[in-house]
């Protein structure tokens, strides 16, 4: 069976200010922070600027999307065009314009992904499967319940680690690249002031290959 590529994972350079661009047109931003001319994209309120330019390592101006232009700005982001272990990332589920196939370490992540993402009892062919991350994400929370998110994390990590590891072990055609050899939970984190979660994601192939993520939740 072939799998469909549904997920990305892209890593999110680092942004320290965010002003209009005054005396440009169409309407756009001045956007200021780390290695920004590693920009592949920029997202403005989710949504992809049709155009930005680079002005600097650590300055560039992006056109504000049409449909943003009268809303008020919530979320800028910045792209990067290679991945490294110390960036935040973003994970975007979305189908390409052409339909295509996922293979190698890539497709271990997103079926990692896929159960460390799932509420289980939502598959009715596999029930007991998922890590329940939406489930912890959906949560109301409070600055006093920093320890138990950290800990409902990091048993996230280790359900979707033993459900995939238990699934891969009864069939031996998997490639090393797409065999989960271990997955881990590093760093979790909570932000009081912003009650954000952050966690350090590493997926490791039996290959030797690994992938991190890090995720803000």
């Known amino acids: 069976m072939i799998d469909l590529k549904i997920l990305t994972i892209k890593d999110l350079l680092p942004i320290t ?3 209009y661009a005054a005396h440009v047109t169409p309407l756009s931003l001045l956007i200021v922070g780390d290695r920004l001319d590693q920009s592949s994209e920029v997202y403005i309120n989710d949504i992809l600027s049709p155009e930005f330019a680079v002005l600097s390592a650590n300055r560039l101006l992006a056109q504000v999307p049409t449909s943003e232009r009268k809303s008020p700005l919530r979320k800028v982001a910045a792209i990067a065009t290679t991945p ?12 390409g314009k052409t339909v295509s196939s996922i293979a190698g370490l890539e497709k271990l992540i997103q079926a990692f992904c896929k159960i460390l993402l799932q509420t289980p009892g939502t598959d009715r062919f596999r029930p007991t499967e998922g890590g329940g991350l939406m489930r912890i994400v959906g949560r ?26 238990a699934r891969q072990s009864t069939d031996r055609r998997i490639p090393a690249d797409e065999r989960l050899l271990s997955a881990s939970a590093e760093g979790v984190g909570f932000d009081t002031s912003t009650t954000t979660l952050s966690a350090r994601i590493a997926v490791s192939a039996v290959s030797g290959k690994q992938a991190v993520a890090n995720l803000t939740l």
Request: aromatic share 2%; net charge positive.
């Open 17 to 19: 200010k965010v002003d």
């Open 140 to 165: 109301n929370v409070s600055k006093g319940d920093s320890k138990n998110l950290q800990a409902s994390v990091v048993s996230a990590v280790t359900r979707a680690r033993d459900q995939l590891l």
């Open 84 to 95: 490294a272990m110390n960036r935040k990332s973003l994970l975007h589920f979305e189908m």
